[in-house]
T-cell receptor
Framework: AQSVSQHNHHVILSEAASLELGCNYSYGGTVNLFWYVQYPGQHLQLLLKYFSGDPLVKGIKGFEAEFIKSKFSFNLRKPSVQWSDTAEYFCAESNAGNNRKLIWGLGTSLAVNP | NAGVTQTPKFRVLKTGQSMTLLCAQDMNHEYMYWYRQDPGMGLRLIHYSVGEGTTAKGEVPDGYNVSRLKKQNFLLGLESAAPSQTSVYFC?????????FGEGSRLTVL
């Protein structure tokens, strides 16, 4: 069965630190990949997505992610985090044949200290 | 453009009571989903629909029923609520792959 693994369950950083959240997926075929963010008390919002093309994807609020097919990875990065980035981050994937059925990781809780 | 709207936002039920959560989307999306979110368990798919008049089971469908009589609405029903159904419920819709989420409905079953 397809699965998505997020390695870090809880991350605590200070403002201005760099961020990298790991995400690995299992599907061996063509995939679509997503990172969603959930700010405290709010709904999930799309940060960025990869369907095809340039494997380095830029999203909102300075986030980017790199699709590395050989490693089945889609790690999320931000060079300098802010307190307002405190949130839960979810990685998800779907396969190209059923691109609206998403498989979700369990999420990573990020706390940024001012 | 409201996107995805869920009602109610909060509800407290007693064990055995029934209720319906309503999800409405105004983006003309074919796909709609109901998820539940519990601490440490991420998002779990309850039921989904690929179009008006169709529904399908997700990962955790037991104790829930759904209906999609109109394309824009997706209803989630609890026939006999149990404390294990205390959760935050999110509805989502999808057009070309990206999911759009509602703001969530927090349900407590006592």
């Amino acid at each position: 069965a397809q699965s998505v693994s997020q390695h870090n369950h809880h991350v605590i950083l200070s403002e201005a630190a760099s961020l990298e959240l790991g995400c690995n997926y299992s599907y061996g075929g063509t995939v679509n990949l997503f990172w969603y963010v959930q700010y405290p008390g709010q709904h999930l919002q799309l940060l960025l997505k990869y369907f095809s093309g340039d494997p380095l994807v830029k999203g909102i609020k300075g986030f980017e992610a790199e699709f590395i097919k050989s490693k089945f990875s889609f790690n999320l990065r931000k060079p300098s985090v802010q307190w307002s980035d405190t949130a839960e981050y979810f990685c998800a994937e779907s396969n190209a044949g059923n691109n609206r059925k998403l498989i979700w990781g369990l999420g990573t809780s990020l706390a940024v200290n001012p | 453009n409201a996107g995805v709207t869920q009602t109610p936002k909060f509800r407290v039920l007693k064990t055995g009571q029934s209720m319906t959560l309503l999800c409405a989307q105004d983006m003309n999306h074919e796909y709609m989903y109901w998820y539940r979110q519990d601490p440490g368990m991420g998002l779990r798919l309850i039921h989904y629909s690929v179009g008006e008049g169709t529904t399908a089971k997700g990962e955790v469908p037991d104790g829930y029923n759904v209906s999609r009589l109109k394309k824009q609405n997706f209803l989630l029903g609890l026939e006999s609520a149990a404390p294990s159904q205390t959760s935050v419920y999110f509805c989502a819709s999808a057009g070309t792959g990206e999911l759009f989420f509602g703001e969530g409905s927090r349900l407590t079953v006592l």
